[in-house]
């Protein structure tokens, strides 16, 4: 079985890690690396325990995170809640996603460090096309993240309303130990502040269909800077903006992520955190069980399919539900009152950052804080009612 991994991102990285270190024949293409990719590079103990083996000596230079900050708006309230130990690390994706690609690549697979231009099946067969070159495969995963040609070419691509904008910049010179969180109303969301070994990685999204464009949240963006004081005057700030998939309960549920031949995973299957934006994890995840699927010999694509729907789709699609109410002001009033007075709740929000808190179960952890008129209120809220 001839595998082409289109993109080395984590999720293809670590899709080919697996499948070479199985004894399959892997080449995995993707001519931008060394590269940073526009993130916030938090990336959770959850993550990272998926990885840590393989990862074992690479020089990662993360930021242990001790505490998040949280506010809502210009003001001094806040709230502060300690995070696990190693529950996220901070780290810039230029060595991260390297050193993942660096052990598929130890492990066996092939590295083409070329782009592909373009992906066409037929009854029996793969072809994966870079400038000049066709590569043929008996199998094609998708891992070329949001802007996903392997999507656009064997399923459907996303609509605008299936993506959020982020805009953030890399502060130089700076770092901390606490990320910084401020919920936002309108349009709903968060910026955040996150700090690796030598800079901030700051940032906000929005919906793409929130009629906020890149350049008002690039704004946003800087005065929230400014009025954090999060970097001085002179501190060298370079600007990107990204998509990120942020699909529906109901998109999520129905989207075609397999045929018999092909699996997309990572953002380009739109496994992405609604609320947090984390990522990562379920890019490395996916990315896992799309080599399963394949090494099981069984068709892969049912197999990888139900595994996808069953775990991280009913997981994305809960968290899609309670997304609007979210970020709502009289949500994120209570929320900051109840992390400020309740060791239960900020517990709560602790394993939220870290990915560890599911949010099937949030509403039933949340009566078990026995903070009853708080945790009461918000989950009416979050629910869409009022209280
Ligand atoms: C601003 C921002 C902040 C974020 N912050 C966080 C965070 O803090 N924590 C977190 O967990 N998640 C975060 N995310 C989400 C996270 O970045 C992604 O979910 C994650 O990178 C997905 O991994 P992936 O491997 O699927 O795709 P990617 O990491 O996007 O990798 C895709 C790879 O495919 C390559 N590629 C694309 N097209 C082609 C082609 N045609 N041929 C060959 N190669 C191709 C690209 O060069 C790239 O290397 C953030 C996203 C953004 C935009």
């Not at 991102?9 to 931008?32: E, K």
């Not at 891992?143 to 999507?151: C, E, F, H, I, Y």
């Not at 919906?207 to 970097?231: E, N, P, S, T, Y």
């Not at 060298?236 to 942020?246: T, V």
Request: net charge positive; proline share 4%.
């Amino acid at each position: 079985m001839d595998v082409a991994v289109v993109g080395a991102g984590p999720a293809g990285a670590w899709a080919a890690y697996r499948l070479a270190r199985a004894g399959a024949r892997v080449t995995i293409f993707d001519g931008s690396h060394p590269r940073e990719k526009p993130c916030g590079g938090g990336v959770t103990g959850r993550a990272l325990s998926l990885v840590r083996e393989a990862l074992n000596g690479s020089p990662l230079q993360s930021t242990t995170i001790r505490a998040a900050r949280f506010t809502n708006g210009p003001g001094d309230r806040h709230a502060l809640v300690t995070l696990g130990e190693r529950a996220l690390e901070v780290m810039d994706r230029t060595r991260f996603d390297r050193a993942l690609l660096d052990a598929a690549v130890h492990a066996g697979a092939a590295l083409v460090a070329a782009r592909v231009v373009d992906v066409t099946t037929t009854t029996h067969s793969i072809a994966v096309e870079t400038r000049g070159a066709t590569h043929a495969a008996d199998f094609v995963i998708g891992a070329d993240g949001a802007n996903s040609l392997v999507r656009r070419r064997l399923s459907t691509p996303f609509t605008r309303a299936q993506l959020s904008i982020a805009a953030g910049c890399f502060a130089r010179g700076v770092t901390s130990d606490e990320i910084a969180i401020e919920m936002v109303g309108d349009p709903p969301g968060y910026l955040w502040s996150f700090p690796r070994a030598d800079h901030l990685a700051i940032g906000v999204c929005a919906q793409a269909d929130a009629g906020v464009g890149a350049a008002a949240l690039r704004q946003a963006a800087a005065h929230w800077i400014q009025r954090m004081r999060l970097a001085s005057p002179s501190c060298r700030l370079d600007w990107y903006s990204w998509p990120i998939p942020s699909l529906s309960a109901h998109d999520l549920a129905s989207q075609m992520i397999a045929g018999p031949q092909w699996s997309l995973v990572g953002d380009a299957a739109g496994l992405v955190d609604p609320i947090t934006r984390e990522g990562i994890y379920f890019a490395i995840a996916s990315g896992g069980w799309a080599a399963d699927a394949i090494l099981s010999g069984r068709s892969a694509a049912p197999a990888y399919v139900d595994r996808v729907k069953d775990d991280l789709c009913a997981e994305l699609g809960a968290a899609s539900r309670l997304k609007e109410g979210f970020f709502r002001p009289a949500f994120t009033d209570l929320l900051l009152d109840g992390l400020q007075r309740s060791a239960r709740i900020r517990a709560v929000m602790a394993d939220l950052v870290a990915g560890t808190q599911s949010y099937r179960t949030l509403k039933w952890r949340l009566m078990g804080t026995l903070e009853v008129g708080l945790a009461g209120g918000a989950i009416k809220l979050l629910m869409g009612r009022k209280t």
